[in-house]
């Protein structure tokens, strides 16, 4: 557990850096250009080619070391980022630039997060994963909450330039941490194909799958209420900011950061006990169906207690599900798994992006420049920034959503089977 703590803490170190580095770059676009559809773009550049390649990350981390990978990422990540420092103290940054290189970092982080959600249950044993899951997912959680603020406070008070070369000194502290861990039992690596199946892990996937009868159930759940969650990316900043003043629709966004730490921090409870997880993640979209429909109802407090519930639910959710793959899937077929699971589940918010930009364009709404406490409370106090006919069809929305997430609990408890633990390999159980 040690181990895992040192890389965990390491790497977060990184992610926060790299978190504020994308969030910095797509408000510095923003302002540049006063565009959402660009504001979306780079925020997509960073999503869509991790999700094109997710077949094929899998598969290289599962045929590689994982230690070496993140390192060989984490290096990759530096690169990119005084690259762009470079080009930026040059006057040479554009939008095709920042595209790529933000394509480069996110196609590095996806695989170094690949590589240590399989490598967890070799450093800390099965019956610690999920105190450990809790662990990740509460300080991935903590980040989320504490990007925006951080990102918007450094981009207003220093300059971008500043940013990358602070991201860039976050990944040195990742690559001390991989330097520190020492895995006891050798990693095994599958044998190597030139089949194009092979290489993209599709046998290997399918094959799990149907060997696993559960697993396969709660992967499909999985997919199927992330779809149905992530594609709300579109629904709700139009919903806030059509319903409620300025202020009480940031408050509302961070409500819902708040409740996913809660929900991280329910799941060292609730994956403890692999044999109820089925049971447990059946229950927890009865919660969720209850949260949009609360949501949906146009009122502060309502919306507020809402946000929390559900999105405590979907960090819970996706938690439960994480445990069980780690537990009852192969290291060798691990990233594999994880990597189709992302895939599938994220597909829905990428795909999202450029239609919330689109549609934030037509709206006519700029992203209000707030220098001071007194500004940010004479906007607070002008109302909605966007028309109320946008509330209505969010609700519309959110309502389906709560219908659908219904209809997956109905159609998942007609069968749900006791999870057996899946033969491991010797040292992970």
Same mark, same amino acid.
């Given at each position: 557990m040690?181990?895992?703590?040192?890389?965990l803490?390491?790497?977060?170190l990184? @992610?926060?850096g790299?978190?504020?580095t994308?969030?910095?770059?797509s408000?510095w676009?923003?302002k540049?250009?006063?565009s959402?559809?660009?504001?979306?773009?780079?925020?997509l550049a960073?999503?869509?080619?991790?999700?094109l390649?997710?077949?094929?990350?899998?598969a290289? /981390?599962?045929k590689?070391k994982?230690?070496?990978?993140?390192?060989l990422c984490q290096? =990759?990540?530096?690169? /990119?980022? !005084?690259v762009?420092?470079?080009?930026f103290?040059?006057? !040479?940054?554009?939008?095709?630039?920042?595209? =790529?290189?933000?394509?480069?970092m996110?196609?590095?982080s996806? !695989?170094s997060?690949l590589?240590?959600?399989s490598?967890?249950?070799?450093?800390?044993?099965t019956?610690?994963?999920?105190t450990?899951q809790?662990?990740r997912?509460s300080?991935?959680?903590?980040i989320?909450? =504490?990007?925006?603020?951080? &990102?918007?406070?450094?981009?207003?008070?220093?300059?971008? *330039?500043?940013?990358l070369?602070l991201?860039? =000194?976050s990944?040195?502290?990742a690559?001390a941490?991989i330097?520190i861990?020492?895995?006891?039992? +050798?990693?095994?690596?599958p044998a190597?194909? /030139?089949?194009l199946?092979?290489?993209?892990?599709l046998?290997a996937?399918i094959?799990?799958?149907?060997a696993l009868?559960?697993i396969?159930?709660?992967?499909v759940?999985?997919?199927?209420? @992330?779809?149905?969650?992530?594609?709300?990316l579109?629904?709700?900043p139009?919903?806030f !900011?059509?319903?409620?003043?300025?202020? +009480?629709?940031?408050?509302?966004m961070?409500?819902?950061?708040?409740?996913?730490?809660? *929900?991280?921090?329910?799941i060292?409870?609730?994956?403890?006990?692999?044999?109820?997880?089925?049971?447990?993640?059946?229950?927890?979209?009865?919660?969720?169906?209850?949260?949009?429909?609360?949501?949906?109802?146009?009122?502060?407090?309502n919306?507020?207690?809402?946000?929390?519930?559900l999105?405590? /639910?979907f960090?819970?959710?996706n938690?439960?599900?994480?445990?069980?793959?780690?537990?009852n899937?192969n290291?060798e077929n691990?990233?594999?798994?994880?990597a189709?699971? *992302?895939?599938?589940? +994220?597909?829905?918010?990428l795909?999202?992006?450029p239609?919330?930009?689109?549609?934030?364009?037509?709206s006519?709404?700029?992203s209000?420049n707030?220098?001071?406490?007194? &500004?940010f409370?004479?906007l607070s106090?002008?109302?909605?920034?966007?028309?109320?006919?946008?509330?209505?069809?969010?609700?519309v929305?959110?309502?389906?959503?709560?219908?659908?997430?219904?209809?997956i609990?109905?159609?998942?408890?007609?069968?749900?089977?006791?999870?057996?633990?899946?033969s491991?390999? +010797?040292?992970?159980?």
């Open positions: 040690q181990y895992f703590k040192i890389l803490f390491g790497l977060a990184s @992610n926060i790299s978190s504020v994308s969030f910095s770059i408000l676009v923003m540049q250009t006063q959402s559809f660009d504001f979306s773009l780079v925020m960073a999503g869509l080619p991790v999700l390649t997710a077949p094929v990350l899998g290289i /981390s599962d590689f994982k230690l070496s990978l993140m390192m290096t =990759i990540c530096i690169c /990119s980022a !005084l762009l420092l470079a080009l103290f040059l006057g !040479l940054v554009n939008m095709a630039l920042l595209v =790529i290189v933000t394509v480069v996110g196609i590095a996806a !695989l997060g590589a240590f959600v490598l967890i249950p070799l450093l800390v044993g019956s610690k994963l999920h450990a809790a662990f997912a300080l991935g959680s903590i989320s909450l =504490i990007t925006p603020v951080i &990102g918007g406070i450094l981009l207003y008070q220093l300059n971008l *330039g500043v940013i070369l991201d860039a =000194i990944y040195l502290f690559l941490s330097q861990v020492r895995i006891e039992k +050798q990693e095994q690596s190597s194909s /030139s089949a199946l092979n290489i993209m892990g046998k996937f094959a799990e799958l149907s009868p559960v396969k159930r709660i992967f759940k999985s997919i199927m209420v @992330n779809f149905v969650s992530s594609s709300l579109v629904v709700i139009f919903y !900011l059509s319903s409620f003043p300025y202020s +009480q629709a940031i408050a509302l961070v409500a819902g950061s708040i409740g996913a730490l809660v *929900g991280s921090i329910l060292s409870k609730f994956a403890s006990d692999i044999n109820k997880i089925p049971t447990y993640t059946n229950t927890v979209l009865l919660v969720m169906a209850a949260a949009y429909a609360l949501i949906a109802i146009p009122n502060v407090i919306v507020f207690i809402g946000m929390v519930v999105s405590a /639910s960090s819970l959710f938690g439960m599900v994480t445990v069980s793959i780690q537990v899937t290291v691990r990233g594999r798994m994880f189709y699971l *992302g895939m599938a589940a +994220q597909s829905a918010s795909l999202a992006l239609v919330y930009g689109l549609l934030m364009d037509q006519g709404f700029v209000p707030i220098n001071s406490l007194s &500004g409370k004479a106090e002008s109302g909605p920034l966007l028309s109320a006919s946008y509330a209505s069809i969010a609700s929305i959110l309502i389906a959503a709560g219908i659908a997430t219904f209809a609990w109905v159609v998942f408890r007609l069968k749900t089977p006791a999870i057996s633990i899946h491991l390999p +010797q040292g992970e159980k």
